[in-house]
């Protein structure tokens, strides 16, 4: 019986694509009502037939609550599975004491169909750039990132599935609809550019190979900071020429001798004008560690995710190989000119990899300035390979941000560059403080005047007057929005491609200009751009946020937080996670990542305004008292009213209830005689 038969037949059909789907013979949805308990059939079905441990089901879906309750949630949950799946749950669930399976005969499961069927196209192809469950994401932080990394793996499987298509398929439509499944999958890939490319060439349509290899070198540049290899750029010559038929080779020849993750920029002598060069150095191994392949692996994918910062230049571990031999302290600087050198170890004890990784300024004489250690058991190098390089890359952007902004402040010259004025503003922006906080703005104006073409001035100014009104410092706060808005704009189409710009004109768009949709939008834009953007993802939670969509917001929040543990804006991405879990009715969560905002920057009052709304719904007198004093020193004269005008919050229901937690903790309902915000207004609607 083929596996399509058997789909058809079968008594239990699970569907993880899309969204979550459970069904049995008859078609009968046997779906469980609680959302915990779809997460544990979503991970049994994963593994299947592989059993699975109740440890890691609760360390997945409870992971904030002690063993005992995580413990009673699990078995509450497949009570819940046991109810929904009715006869079928005696026949496809195995419950054990330490481990749940899901197997049998009969049960089929469209991921496990998919990846195994002998029988490929493009149209199968096409299913795996299907989110796996989009409906549940946001259960727990553990879940979110267990989910994140199972996609990313079958995302790589359907890149691996396309690539022996490429290599097997012969017929030239069939070529190019699997390729461009392909581009589906990932963008970037260059083998998949060139299939298409040579396509077109046979077709005798030239101007259409040109095009797509224009969009080839467009997103190569803009995601990786590379160019297209010299075996694209032979191809396109002979589309510039007219030339039609199949080069030697067949049209698929070589369609995926190299990923784009080894195509490398030229190696430039020359430092940019306005950044950063870095060298990536292969981790060592240490002791009984047989890692090689992580070890190059961790290196080249830590050079292609900081390729896109745009004020980052990177030279990757394979451009190292001709100075083997030599110390870092010594020839590879001379040589390659760095002013930073990442380097690290992996060591190996019974399953557990530990790896360690430095950040070293070569012009401090090899300073270490910043190092970290992962702990991973073994499992999966390539998922391992992903995940540590991605917290790696996220944290390295802020530091070196802070690092070259206080050594730029440290050393001011006479004729700073633009670049440079916006790197001593930096740390002023991240402290707050407001004498500071107000130094950077006209270091901020000068950049912008000297450099009216530079898109991160613009992005950082327009920032700057984002908090110049968050923290009613704005004289005419009126006026200050519409500057932030036409600086966010300027900044956006000066580069399109730089994700920061995208990402801090979004947040603009969505907390001054209260446009949530359009700011999501270049939100979207800037996480494709660079995914290990970690402000990205807190600007995106937020403008789900004010679109009432609070599960989602706190998975894009708290994958800001998993990316960079230790940001220099965590007390922001705390900040953000208070509003989303207010407004589910998850008070005691919010005063707790209230509590951290504020103890991580006591300077900055919008963590003070929605802690002190929590904190009213649970009648926590003396701690709002607090509380409300400290944010009337930072914002005299706040009140109720003033809170529902300038918040960003988009639906009624949700800033009716920030304004009744704001009144239950004290909060005046209308500002000052003779202030903005004085007159008795219309809440009609505002009241729970």
């Not at 070529?175 to 999958?185: G, K, R, Y």
Request: glycine share 8%.
């Amino acid at each position: 019986m083929t596996r399509e038969l058997l789909g058809d037949a079968a008594s239990l059909r699970l569907h993880l694509f899309g969204h979550l789907t459970a069904k049995d013979a008859s078609g009968k949805t046997v779906l469980p009502r609680t959302r915990k308990a779809r997460a544990v059939l979503v991970v049994l079905a994963l593994a299947s037939p592989k059993p699975v441990l109740r440890l890691h089901l609760t360390s997945l879906l409870w992971s904030q609550r002690d063993t005992v309750q995580a413990r009673g949630s699990l078995r509450q949950a497949l009570h819940d599975l046991h109810d929904s799946l009715g006869p079928l749950g005696t026949r496809f669930l195995f419950a054990e004491r330490h481990h749940l399976t899901l197997k049998g005969d009969g049960l089929w499961i469209d991921l496990h169909d998919l990846a195994q069927s002998g029988q490929t196209s493009p149209e199968r192809l096409a299913q795996f750039s299907s989110p796996l469950v989009e409906d549940l994401v946001g259960l727990d932080p553990a879940f979110d990132h267990w989910l994140d990394e199972a996609r990313g793996r079958i995302v790589r499987q359907g890149i691996s599935i396309g690539e022996r298509m490429l290599l097997a398929q012969q017929d030239t439509p069939r070529v190019q609809d699997t390729a461009q499944h392909l581009l589906a999958l990932d963008e970037t890939h260059e083998g998949a550019w060139r299939a298409v490319i040579r396509a077109q060439i046979a077709r005798g349509d030239s101007p259409a190979a040109l095009s797509s290899y224009e969009r080839c070198r467009a997103i190569l540049a803009q995601t990786r900071n590379a160019q297209p290899s010299q075996e694209t750029e032979e191809l396109v010559a002979r589309a510039r020429t007219g030339s039609r038929g199949r080069e030697a080779g067949g049209p698929v020849a070589s369609a995926s001798k190299e990923h784009p993750s080894q195509t490398e920029p030229a190696l430039s002598r020359h430092k940019p004008t306005s950044g950063v060069r870095i060298g990536i150095t292969p981790l060592r191994l240490i002791g009984t560690a047989n890692h090689e392949e992580l070890a190059v692996g961790l290196a080249e994918e830590i050079t292609t995710a900081l390729a896109r910062f745009r004020w980052i230049s990177c030279v990757s571990a394979t451009s190292w190989a001709a100075l083997a031999g030599e110390t870092v302290m010594d020839s590879l600087w001379k040589h390659l000119d760095l002013d930073f050198v990442l380097d690290g170890t992996i060591q190996k004890a019974g399953d557990l990899l530990r790896i360690t990784v430095r950040l070293m300024d070569m012009r401090l004489g090899g300073s270490v300035i910043w190092t970290r250690r992962f702990d991973r058991e073994v499992y999966d190098t390539l998922a391992i390979q992903d995940e540590i390089s991605a917290a790696i890359v996220a944290q390295l952007d802020p530091v070196l941000l802070i690092h070259e902004g206080e050594r730029a402040a440290a050393h001011q010259v006479t004729d700073p560059s633009a670049h440079e004025l916006v790197l001593q503003s930096v740390p002023a922006i991240y402290r707050l403080e407001q004498g500071g906080f107000h130094a950077a703005g006209a270091l901020l104006e000068e950049a912008v005047s000297a450099a009216p073409g530079n898109a991160i001035a613009h992005a950082w100014y327009a920032y700057w007057h984002l908090f110049l009104v968050g923290q009613g410092w704005a004289k005419h706060p009126a006026d200050a929005a519409s500057r932030a808005g036409g600086l966010a704009e300027r900044a956006v189409m000066l580069d399109p491609g730089d994700a920061r710009s995208l990402t801090l004109a979004g947040h603009v768009r969505g907390f001054l200009g209260k446009r949530a949709p359009e700011a999501s939008a270049l939100h979207d834009r800037a996480l494709s751009l660079n995914p290990n953007l970690a402000i990205a993802w807190c600007f995106s939670g937020l403008a789900h946020s004010y679109m009432g969509k609070h599960d989602e917001a706190l998975r894009r929040m708290y994958q800001a937080v998993r990316l960079s543990p230790s940001d220099p804006h965590l007390f922001f991405f705390n900040m953000a996670l208070i509003m989303p879990h207010l407004l589910l009715g998850e008070y005691q969560s919010a005063t707790e990542v209230g509590r951290t905002a504020i103890e991580l920057n006591p300077w900055f009052s919008s963590s003070y305004k929605g802690h002190l709304a929590a904190l009213g719904f649970l009648d926590r007198g003396l701690e709002a008292k607090n509380v409300l004093d400290r944010l009337l020193e930072l914002e005299p004269g706040f009140s109720v009213l003033e809170a529902v005008a300038r918040s960003p919050i988009g639906q009624a229901p949700d800033l009716a209830r920030y304004a009744e937690g704001l009144r239950r903790a004290g909060l005046p309902e209308y500002g000052p005689p003779g202030s903005r915000y004085a007159a008795q207004p219309q809440l009609d609607g505002l009241s729970l």
